[in-house]
């Protein structure tokens, strides 16, 4: 039986300082939300052809994206890797709008708020789209799993101190 879904996705804690009460809230809406619904399809062989389902560790390897997919005992299955250079401005133009939001937020009206949230959300999805492209050999993911997992990306690459 296949059960090509993620089960358990875990952000490796090593590099980070420590996130803002924003990142780590939307931290735990991306994880909450990609568990109640995801699409996790390994392309690639995998040992015993096992199918599903996984657990994931998302981690960062020499300035690469690593997800660690491991079986439900924690076995350790395939590590997939991508460059993080095509995300670069991405991830850099979407912590700008981010941080103009969240300043937005504090001390603009609603109208100001809902164009940077339009721009954040358009930054979010084409984020997503690359990420849902770069994997397409590796592994299958639905558009919303790579916006989630896109998000968790963003909080691995926050470096906040507070």
């Not at 924003?22 to 931290?27: C, G, S």
């Not at 603009?108 to 984020?127: F, K, T, V, Y």
């Amino acid at each position: 039986m296949t059960d090509y879904r993620i089960t358990d996705i875990e952000l490796d804690q090593k590099s980070i300082v420590r996130w803002s009460d924003e990142v780590d809230h939307e931290r735990r809406i991306a994880i909450f939300d990609l568990l109640e619904h995801n699409l996790f399809q390994p392309r690639m062989a995998l040992p015993d052809n096992y199918q599903g389902p996984f657990r994931v560790l998302l981690r960062i390897e020499e300035s690469r994206l690593a997800f660690d997919v491991r079986d439900q005992n924690g076995a350790a299955l395939k590590t997939i890797i991508l460059a993080m250079t095509p995300f670069r401005r991405i991830l850099k133009d979407y912590f700008a709008v981010c941080e103009n939001y969240y300043q937005a937020l504090k001390n603009s009206g609603p109208s100001q708020i809902e164009a940077i949230d339009m721009g954040r959300r358009a930054l979010h999805n084409e984020g997503s789209m690359l990420l849902k492209e770069r994997l397409e050999e590796k592994v299958e993911v639905d558009f919303d799993t790579a916006r989630r997992l896109f998000t968790l990306i963003c909080v691995l690459h926050t470096r906040i101190a507070i």
